[in-house]
């Protein structure tokens, strides 16, 4: 069966690792047919928009999309452009999974957390936010609903059960932020006794982040709130060797983005020495998502194995190749 993605090659590495992860794709002969689109700093250079809407139209067009990094400056300047596409297209779900793979510089051995972070609330939308005029005051108010803490807490408990997984914790501030953690506090508890088969518990975020840097081995599945979420699975891919080995997942009811979760590191681009594997891995649940966990499973095996191996990696991985020879290498390895 033969799916069409949208792809987004996205700004500064962008273009390199998709060049790779597509070549990888196409070896694994699983019938995919891209149309390409822009967004980012690329786009609005060629047509003075950040977001085009042909862009827009593919994604809502397509089975998938598969997207770059797109550069988000610090501070002032536009929002951040996957805000953005995770509220055109509402999608709430963002899941990030971390594995330990032999032969990255890990500090840590047998990771294996899954982060879902609710994607469309929270800190990040930003509501009504204003700095004064004499610039002495920022203000921006914390919004979440219960239908956004309920289909994300019910998202991370379908997921568990349906991947096997053991345990979700729940992960709060509600001690303090008592309106806005609480109701996404107790809305996950509501949602968690419909899964009486999966054990949950419930952890307040400031020690959920001492307790995976002291023993992460506790951690199963984590769900949280959007700005929680973004910092813990941050702290989730350090567990395991960066942002070069994380990959994200943008879930709604209608469409799917996924995407490497680290930036666009514009200080390397075009050297062609940039990692892939995050935007590997990414496609690797873009496959699942699709329906073709065969192929999903061979990708991620090559991967392993090519990063086990050490002997076509990029410096990153303390190697010397290529993104192209990094990516050829993965695709000699799959099965």
């Given at each position: 069966m033969t799916h069409t993605i949208t792809v987004i090659p996205g700004d500064g590495i962008g273009p390199e690792i998709m060049k790779a992860t597509t070549e990888v794709l196409d070896r694994l002969d699983c019938g995919l047919e891209y149309v390409y689109h822009q967004a980012g700093l690329v786009a609005m250079e060629a047509n003075g928009e950040l977001i085009p809407e042909q862009t827009l139209a593919s994604i809502r067009q397509?089975?998938?999309c598969l997207k770059g990094p797109l550069t988000t400056p610090v501070g002032k300047?536009?929002?951040?452009?996957?805000?953005?596409?995770?509220?055109?297209?509402?999608?709430?779900a963002n899941v990030r999974p971390v594995v330990t793979i032999p032969g990255t510089k890990s500090m840590y051995k047998d990771i294996d957390i899954i982060t879902v972070r609710e994607n469309t609330e929270g800190a990040y939308l930003?509501?009504?936010?204003?700095?004064?005029?004499?610039?002495?005051?920022?203000?921006?108010?914390?919004?979440?609903?219960r239908k956004?803490?309920?289909?994300?807490?019910?998202?991370?408990?379908?997921?568990?059960?349906?991947?096997?997984?053991?345990?979700?914790?729940?992960?709060?501030?509600?001690?303090i932020?008592?309106?806005?953690?609480?109701?996404?506090?107790?809305?996950?508890?509501?949602?968690?006794?419909?899964?009486?088969?999966i054990e949950s518990d419930e952890m307040i975020v400031d020690n959920t982040c001492m307790q995976l840097v002291m023993n992460p081995w506790r951690f199963d599945m984590i769900v949280t709130t959007n700005l929680f979420g973004d910092i813990l699975s941050d702290l989730c891919a350090g567990l395991v060797g960066g942002l070069g080995?994380?990959?994200?997942?943008?879930?709604?009811?209608?469409?799917?983005?996924?995407?490497?979760?680290h930036g666009s590191a514009p200080d390397i681009a075009g050297q062609g020495i940039a990692n892939p594997c995050a935007l590997l891995l990414a496609s690797c649940m873009m496959l699942s998502y699709l329906g073709m966990e065969d192929q999903s499973r061979r990708l991620k095996v090559a991967i392993?194995?090519?990063?086990?191996?050490?002997?076509?990696?990029?410096?990153?991985?303390?190697?010397?190749?290529?993104?192209?020879?990094?990516?050829?290498?993965?695709a000699d390895c799959l099965v």
């Amino acid at each position: 069966m033969t799916h069409t993605i949208t792809v987004i090659p996205g700004d500064g590495i962008g273009p390199e690792i998709m060049k790779a992860t597509t070549e990888v794709l196409d070896r694994l002969d699983c019938g995919l047919e891209y149309v390409y689109h822009q967004a980012g700093l690329v786009a609005m250079e060629a047509n003075g928009e950040l977001i085009p809407e042909q862009t827009l139209a593919s994604i809502r067009q397509t089975d998938a999309c598969l997207k770059g990094p797109l550069t988000t400056p610090v501070g002032k300047g536009f929002r951040s452009i996957n805000v953005t596409l995770r509220k055109i297209f509402d999608l709430y779900a963002n899941v990030r999974p971390v594995v330990t793979i032999p032969g990255t510089k890990s500090m840590y051995k047998d990771i294996d957390i899954i982060t879902v972070r609710e994607n469309t609330e929270g800190a990040y939308l930003a509501a009504d936010s204003f700095v004064s005029d004499d610039g002495q005051m920022a203000e921006s108010k914390m919004v979440v609903t219960r239908k956004g803490c309920e289909r994300v807490t019910r998202y991370a408990f379908e997921m568990a059960r349906k991947m096997g997984r053991k345990k979700v914790t729940i992960v709060h501030k509600a001690n303090i932020l008592k309106a806005v953690s609480g109701m996404f506090l107790d809305v996950a508890r509501e949602v968690a006794a419909k899964f009486p088969d999966i054990e949950s518990d419930e952890m307040i975020v400031d020690n959920t982040c001492m307790q995976l840097v002291m023993n992460p081995w506790r951690f199963d599945m984590i769900v949280t709130t959007n700005l929680f979420g973004d910092i813990l699975s941050d702290l989730c891919a350090g567990l395991v060797g960066g942002l070069g080995l994380a990959p994200g997942a943008n879930i709604g009811d209608d469409a799917a983005i996924f995407e490497a979760v680290h930036g666009s590191a514009p200080d390397i681009a075009g050297q062609g020495i940039a990692n892939p594997c995050a935007l590997l891995l990414a496609s690797c649940m873009m496959l699942s998502y699709l329906g073709m966990e065969d192929q999903s499973r061979r990708l991620k095996v090559a991967i392993q194995q090519t990063i086990k191996s050490g002997q076509q990696v990029t410096p990153d991985l303390g190697g010397s190749a290529s993104t192209a020879e990094f990516g050829r290498a993965i695709a000699d390895c799959l099965v």
